[in-house]
């Protein structure tokens, strides 16, 4: 896997308060990694320093081995942050083609549209006149207009309703299967848990957590293991289990809290329940950002 993006011990104080601390890791070619973290963690700092929009106070962060500000480093990328600023007096469709006007391999305007779900209103429209959501769309566009290697993005999918976030995960799949980069923050975990191939989980200016989102998942001290069965079927036997933490039943549906999986599946088995349509539950991604957040550092 090609190396598009490192960082090495990277540190940024303000006022003799570190926001971000000695944060290493790298991110290859194609990857599609989730930045999470509760407020105040480091996130938007960190993609601030990777953008080149602030410097490190120490440490070292290379894209595509060069430095972030280079211009054939720029070239290579597109992002889209919170904050959606246009310029007015211009027409959608006359930013676009201003913008795309600065990168060596634009992609085709048939395409930007395609991709992003803009209009043919939205391309007649004044930047000072757009909604909310069409401003969304113009952001995402602008993101993508110079077809770029890496697309950074810090909190997409904020004031987009339910159609317009199925359309932009939508996009950010297909564009990682052309090989894409995508690197992102959410509030959203669900939309993590779904769209990323990794998660950086960050705290306290640090990171906690690197993974998929199933490893991450699986740090949960408390997992559990559901099925079906009989609901005149007797489960106490199952309590004589010391492996076995809680049992309840949901929804037509036993879970069996535990925190070894394994050991329940063969004594459910063993003790000839009859159950069936067994699945292993290994948590929420909510539960693990609030287990991996809370907990300290040598917890850890």
Do not use: C
């Not at 890496?150 to 004031?159: A, K, N, Q, R, S």
């Not at 490893?215 to 309590?239: C, D, G, H």
């Amino acid at each position: 896997m090609n190396e598009i993006l490192r960082l090495t011990k990277v540190t940024k104080s303000f006022q003799h308060k570190k926001a971000v601390n000695e944060v290493s890791f790298t991110i290859g070619k194609g990857e599609v990694v989730a930045i999470l973290g509760p407020n105040g963690a480091g996130k938007t700092t960190t993609i601030s320093i990777i953008l080149g929009l602030l410097k490190p106070s120490a440490g070292e962060v290379t894209l595509f081995n060069h430095q972030p500000h280079e211009k054939r480093v720029r070239e290579k990328i597109g992002t889209m942050l919170q904050e959606v600023s246009v310029m007015p007096g211009l027409k959608v469709r006359e930013i676009l083609e201003l913008i795309r006007s600065y990168y060596p391999m634009p992609l085709a305007m048939e395409e930007l549209i395609k991709l992003t779900g803009l209009t043919e209103q939205d391309l007649k429209t004044r930047a000072e006149k757009l909604s909310g959501g069409q401003k969304r769309r113009l952001s995402f566009a602008l993101a993508l207009a110079g077809n770029p290697e890496l697309i950074i993005f810090d909190e997409p999918t904020v004031g987009m309703d339910i159609t317009a976030r199925n359309r932009f995960w939508q996009t950010v799949r297909m564009l990682a299967a052309q090989g894409k980069t995508v690197i992102f923050s959410t509030h959203y975990l669900q939309e993590a848990d779904d769209a990323a191939d990794r998660i950086l989980l960050f705290k306290d200016g640090s990171i906690v957590a690197d993974g998929t989102p199933e490893q991450i998942k699986a740090r949960i001290t408390k997992q559990s293991v559901s099925f079906m069965v009989n609901p005149e079927m007797s489960l106490v036997a199952l309590y004589q289990h010391s492996e076995i933490d809680d049992i309840y039943r949901k929804n037509n549906r036993v879970y069996v809290q535990t925190t070894n999986t394994d050991k329940v599946l063969e004594l459910i088995f063993q003790e000839k329940l009859g159950a069936y349509d067994i699945k292993i539950e290994r948590g929420k991604l909510e539960e693990a950002f609030e287990q991996l957040t809370s907990e300290t550092k040598e917890a850890i």
